[in-house]
Structures are given as structure tokens and as C-alpha cells.
């Protein structure tokens, strides 16, 4: 009997449907242009937005937190694994989102899939956005509370729904931008129904900070309603080019989850090298704000380009998905845009829905406009080719 057979047979299905992963290795720092299977390539797909994966400030920072602090943190949080460079970036992280206090999770996954059993548990409703990321559904499938799905970023279809479970007390959670479209949530909406309905709003900004808002303080600095979200979660591993998770609230919100939140207790935490460099890029986005202005300009000049190349894209954000469809045509001319040197990935079923496979270029605030300029031509000519 062939214990791996049932495995084999699914990867070969995977297979014969384009739906097969395959890790690409990069070979330098995650920046503008990396160097893949020893080619220079422009950089269309990272999270790192404002370029921060290989500054020389935040890395001379973090290099001088290695020698001082060591490899590791040696604990949990709440045996030996809390230093100052910990509590210094809760401050910061505070201070930047405008709330009392603020909490760090080793990645923005354990912060979901952690605050959010904590947060509902049984009797309880979570009423959960249909494109929200892997990790709040996650956070939703370890509570305890019944999950209810409602129509992406539709606030009457949310109404309607809670209307439907009346006096019940719960949370309404939400990417505030989405990470496939790159559409960002109703968040006057939402907050008017979690307000209305006594529920506990929740934004997870992994892909707002440090892109949308005047300053890059994400979703409340865009609608101009700082303050009026319950709880504002994110990622120190995307525009802030490092690792770890945060969420930010009251006071009463941080001192519960550190009482309550599994993923915040039972694993070891992060080095203090992570913590000292996303405390370097924080202050680095509050005294360079070019950073963001840039990078906010080129999702435009970019959007712009390809608009006039006849592809129908819009986006406020550094996420910009262009709509392929089938699966194989997605792949071919992902591949073919690699082969001319520009790293923009098909992404496919299951991350989005089947026949609705797209290219996802994603933005960074150094790329040049001629970068951008002969990116968008490529991709025009490329998917002219291929259809
Ligand atoms: C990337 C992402 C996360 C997970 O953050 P990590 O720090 O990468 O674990 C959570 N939510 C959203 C919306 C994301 O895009």
C-alpha cells in the first residue's frame, strides 16, 4: 500500500487544472528589482510598498538591536520573551493609529486567528466580509461564536443580516483593503451598523498602512474618521517591511487579549530585531512622508497607463488586479511577463473564485514612472498575445 498515494493524486489533479503552486526563490532583498534564477527583474508583486524590506536606516537599526539584543526572544510574551524594544513598538504603534494602546502578535495570521475566538465566543455572531483573508476566516472557524457571511463590502446586505439575529451581541470584522481587488471597505457604513447595532467594529489594515490615508494611516485617515473604529488590526510584514502583528484599541481591548488571546500566549515571541526595525519604519513614514505621497502617485500614473492601453483597472490602493479569467490564460501570461523580465504572479483559485484568475501587480512607492510606463505596456501587449 502506498501511504502518499491520495497525495500524489491531488497534485497531479491540481495539475492538470493550472491550479498548482510553485515557490519562486529570490535570490537578493525583497526591493524595486530583485534578482531571480540570476536574472534582474522589476519587482510587481511585493507587499513591501514603501520599499522597506532593504533600507539602510532600518537595517542598521535592526543590526545594532542584533548585537545588543541577540537572535531570539527566548519566551513568550508573558514569561521572558517581553523586552523594551517590545513595549517601545506597542507605544509607537499606539501613538501612530491614535489609540490608547496597542498589542503585537508574532504575524498579522496569529493576530486574527487569536483576537477574534477571544474576542466572540459562544451565543455570540460574527458577521465576517465574503473576500476577508484567510486568517480572520480562520479567526472565525477556532470561535466559538456562529459566523455569519455577508455580501462583500455590501452594508445592506450586513443590515439585513444582523436585523435577522436580533439583541445578539458580536462582531463585525473586515479587511479594510481587500488583498486580491484592492478595494477598500464601506468603513462609514460599517461603523454606523456596528454603532447602531451596540456589535464591536474590527478593520484589519495589512494592506492600508502605510498606503491609504493623507499620512498612510490607513482606513480611518482616508474617510477623515479617526478614532471611530473599535478595533484596528495589521501587519508589520507589508508596508512596514518586517514581520509580526498588531492590534490596537482601548486599554481594556490589549489587557483582555494578553489575558485571553492563545496565539499571543502560547508562542515565543518575536526577536527583538523585528521589533526594532518595524519601530525604525514607523518613524521613518511619520518623517518622510514622501514615501507614501510616491507611492500614491504611481498607483495612479500606473492605473492611468494601463487605462490607456484599453485594460479596464482601477484601484486606489498598491493592489492592482487585472481580470484575466481562465486559469491556463492566466498562467501563460504570467509566465510570459516573467520571461521579459517583470515579476507579476496569476493568482488563482482557491485564493480567488474558479474562471476569475487575475494578475495582481502590486506597487511600490521607488518604482520610476518609466518602470511603471513600460510595465503597463508589457502587460497590455502580453494579454493581447496570449488571448
Ligand atoms: C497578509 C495579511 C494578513 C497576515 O499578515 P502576516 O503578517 O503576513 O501573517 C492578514 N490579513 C490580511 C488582510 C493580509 O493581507
Known amino acids: 500500500m502506498d501511504k502518499w498515494k491520495r497525495m500524489g493524486d491531488e497534485l497531479y489533479q491540481l495539475q492538470e487544472k493550472h491550479l498548482y503552486r510553485r515557490i ?5 532583498a525583497q526591493s524595486a528589482h530583485v534578482r531571480y534564477q540570476g536574472r534582474d527583474m522589476l519587482m510587481l508583486a511585493s507587499n513591501s510598498y514603501l520599499d522597506f524590506c532593504d533600507e539602510e536606516r532600518i537595517k542598521e ?9 541577540g537572535t531570539g526572544s527566548g519566551g513568550s510574551r508573558l514569561t521572558t520573551g517581553t523586552t523594551v524594544l517590545h513595549t517601545r513598538l506597542e507605544e509607537a504603534l499606539a501613538r501612530f493609529k491614535g489609540r490608547e494602546a496597542a498589542l503585537v502578535f508574532n504575524t498579522g495570521f496569529a493576530a486574527n486567528s487569536g483576537v477574534i475566538p477571544a474576542l466572540c465566543g459562544e451565543g455570540e455572531i460574527i458577521y465576517s466580509d465574503a ?20 455580501r462583500h463590502n455590501d452594508m445592506a446586505d450586513l443590515e439585513k ?7 445578539k451581541s458580536g462582531l463585525i470584522v473586515s479587511d479594510g483593503v481587500f488583498s ?13 451598523l456596528a454603532d447602531t447595532y451596540g456589535l464591536l467594529s474590527m478593520i484589519d489594515e495589512a494592506h492600508a498602512t502605510g498606503v491609504i490615508g493623507a499620512t498612510g494611516r490607513g482606513c480611518e485617515e482616508y474617510y477623515h474618521m ?12 507589508k508596508a512596514i517591511g518586517g514581520e509580526g502583528g498588531y492590534v490596537c484599541g482601548p486599554c ?25 526595525a518595524a519601530a525604525r519604519a514607523l518613524e521613518l513614514i511619520e518623517s518622510e512622508p514622501w514615501r507614501v505621497h510616491r507611492l500614491q502617485e504611481n498607483i495612479k500614473w500606473f492605473c492611468h497607463k494601463l487605462q490607456e492601453l484599453g485594460l479596464n483597472v482601477r484601484s ?36 480567488v473564485g474558479k474562471g476569475e484568475a487575475m494578475l495582481r501587480a502590486a506597487l511600490m512607492a521607488t518604482h520610476t514612472k518609466e518602470e511603471l510606463a513600460e510595465a503597463a505596456g508589457a502587460i497590455a501587449e502580453v494579454i493581447c498575445h496570449c488571448g
Do not use: W
Open 226 to 237: 479617526e478614532g471611530r473604529t473599535d478595533i484596528l488590526m495589521g501587519t508589520l510584514s
Open 131 to 150: 473576500k476577508n483573508h484567510a486568517s480572520i476566516i480562520d479567526g472565525c472557524r477556532q470561535s466559538k461564536a456562529e459566523t455569519v457571511i455577508y
Open 24 to 28: 519562486k526563490v529570490i535570490e537578493s
Open 161 to 167: 443580516k444582523i436585523l435577522e439575529r436580533p439583541g
Open 61 to 69: 537599526y535592526a543590526a545594532k538591536a542584533l548585537m545588543e539584543y
Open 180 to 192: 486580491m481587488d484592492g478595494d477598500i471597505v464601506d468603513l462609514p457604513g460599517l461603523v454606523k
Open 252 to 276: 481594556i481591548l490589549t489587557e483582555y487579549l494578553k489575558n485571553k488571546a492563545r496565539s499571543y500566549i502560547f508562542s515565543t515571541s518575536l526577536s527583538p530585531v523585528a521589533m526594532a
Open 316 to 351: 486606489e490602493t498598491a493592489i492592482v488586479p487585472i481580470l484575466i479569467g481562465e486559469e491556463e490564460k492566466a498562467e501563460r501570461i504570467s509566465d510570459e511577463l516573467m520571461e521579459r523580465g517583470f515579476f507579476i504572479p496569476a493568482i488563482r483559485y482557491p485564493t
